[in-house]
């Protein structure tokens, strides 16, 4: 079923992505495919969590650095393939609310799964207890996305380990710690004042 | 002219600017908009490098860290407004290729000036002098584009300010070195690979 969003997908694009072609190409009856998936959006948010696996974990390699630098090659290889799932995705998302929110969904399960990456580097004492998961994950990551999605450069194979170096010294510096109460007033004030 | 691309831009999107839809809506003749304009993509190169003013430079604040700060606070600025140009380009950039060569040259110029804000910390002894300049632009700003226009999420106002803190602390630290020919090796081997 999900091979057959897929190549919908990757042969039709975004434009002929509906619920009745992927049901027609699979062979499954309309209807199971309507009430499994609902919409457009729950197929494509399958699509991409089956890409990593369901039971994908972030990979443990004995140092903060490292395991950023791991995860940034995932990151890098899921961008570059012939026809990325990924990037297909993301163009959809400008188009489509469904499409939008599967990709916020899939962040923000990788980003709860990439938390381990920092709570182990806490345990190690390699960065303060205050360290900010989240904030290092998409800095750390980041600058891959901008410079393979927006900018459509060519990163070269080393941008991946340097992002992850880069972040790691800001962390370890104390750099991320979560926003304190009284940036959280002045975030709130600033907000207000718009 | 630029008026009526933006106009045209925001209240019929990407698929309704048409050299014709803006010439008529300018009242300029269509040969002298396709003379100085020659497509689509410079229309729109040329509406975002007035969006700042061709003669905009980065903000000078006297330190690293507040320099990004400030052109960080201009990219939260320019894709939070209502009908962003930015956020309308790059949307279009994913459809089109002439949007796509717009933004990036449009990038390009940006990172060429904010060079300037990197030589000066340089020349005050605050980052080593091999600090590359574009790197440290995109690992700031990059956070911001991330949340705000990839996940689609509010990035609250102390977002700015902590991009620029964290990416300062590793310059500082000569995290963000140029590639030594060591790694610049590295990389053609790598790619050479794949």
Redesign the interface.
């Known amino acids: 079923m999900l091979d057959a969003v897929r190549a919908q997908l990757v042969e039709g694009g975004f434009d002929l992505l509906t619920m009745d072609a992927v049901a027609d190409r699979s062979g499954v009856h309309r209807t199971t495919v309507y009430r499994r998936w609902r919409d457009v959006g729950g197929l494509l948010a399958d699509v991409l969590t089956d890409a990593t696996g369901d039971d994908w974990r972030p990979p443990q390699t004995g140092s903060l650095e490292t395991d950023l630098a791991a995860v940034n090659c995932e990151v890098h290889a899921a961008l570059t393939t012939d026809s990325s799932i990924s990037t297909a995705l993301?163009?959809a998302?400008?188009?489509s609310p469904q499409a939008?929110e599967a990709?916020?969904t899939f962040?923000a399960d990788r980003y709860a799964r990439c938390a381990a990456i920092v709570r182990r580097a806490i345990d190690r004492g390699e960065v303060p207890a205050d360290t900010d998961p989240r904030?290092v994950i998409?800095?750390a990551?980041?600058?891959l996305?901008?410079?393979l999605?927006?900018?459509?450069?060519?990163a070269?194979?080393?941008l991946a380990a340097?992002?992850a170096?880069?972040?790691s010294?800001?962390a370890r510096?104390g750099?991320?710690a979560r926003?304190s109460n009284e940036?959280?007033t002045?975030?709130a004030a600033?907000?207000g004042m718009r």
Chains 1, 2 share one sequence.
């Open positions: 993301i163009a998302s400008f188009r939008a990709l916020r962040w904030a998409i800095a990551t980041a600058p996305y901008h410079t999605v927006l900018l459509r450069s060519p070269d194979s080393g340097r992002s170096h880069q972040v010294v800001a510096a750099a991320f926003p940036l959280m002045a975030g600033g907000s």
